[in-house]
């Protein structure tokens, strides 16, 4: 069976950045399962999977704008540092979850400054160009219910799948 909309999906994968980092990938024995065409996979990483069979491997390379888009200095905000816990060791690179009217949202530390702190709410793989080794593990078609699931998800792509790392 080919990959196709509504099938379910499992993928073992390795990610890297240009770099050659490994940013993330899947436990063994754990793969990545998705309802294909439902928006749970970053679209260019999706588009690529199409038609692709168990068993097929691939090296998939998917720029910036087709996954988690370029980087976007507007999404950068200096917040007071007395927003934080007197307390706190502030540095880059330490990550935050933040309350909004909306829901919480997650960010990076770019900068401490005497007053205030320069937080970053960009994904931390926005603006990379992303290499994917993908075997494929299984592809059957979606039960109703998993279909279903993925009504409730937003049809979103967040990070691979439905959630943040």
């Known amino acids: 069976m080919k990959i196709g909309p509504d099938t379910f999906v499992s993928i073992d994968y390795t990610l890297k950045i240009d770099s050659g980092e490994v940013v993330d990938e899947s436990a063994a024995g754990e793969p990545l399962e998705f309802v294909f065409g439902r928006g749970q996979m970053i679209p260019g990483l ?19 704008a087709e996954a988690y888009g370029r980087r976007n200095e507007e999404l950068l905000s200096d917040l007071p540092r007395d927003s934080f816990p007197e307390d706190a060791e502030l540095r880059a690179g330490m990550v935050f979850n933040a309350e909004t009217p909306h829901g919480p949202v997650r960010f990076r530390v770019r900068e401490v400054r005497d007053d205030t702190v320069v937080a ?46």
């Open 46 to 64: 999706e588009q690529r999977l199409a038609d692709m069979e168990q068993g097929q491997r691939a090296a998939i390379t998917v720029e910036a």
């Open 120 to 165: 970053d709410f960009n994904h931390p793989l926005a603006g990379e160009r992303l290499h994917f080794d993908v075997t494929i593990s299984a592809v059957r078609d979606a039960t109703a219910e998993e279909i279903a699931a993925t009504e409730g998800c937003g049809r979103h792509a967040s990070c691979c799948h439905c959630g943040d790392h």
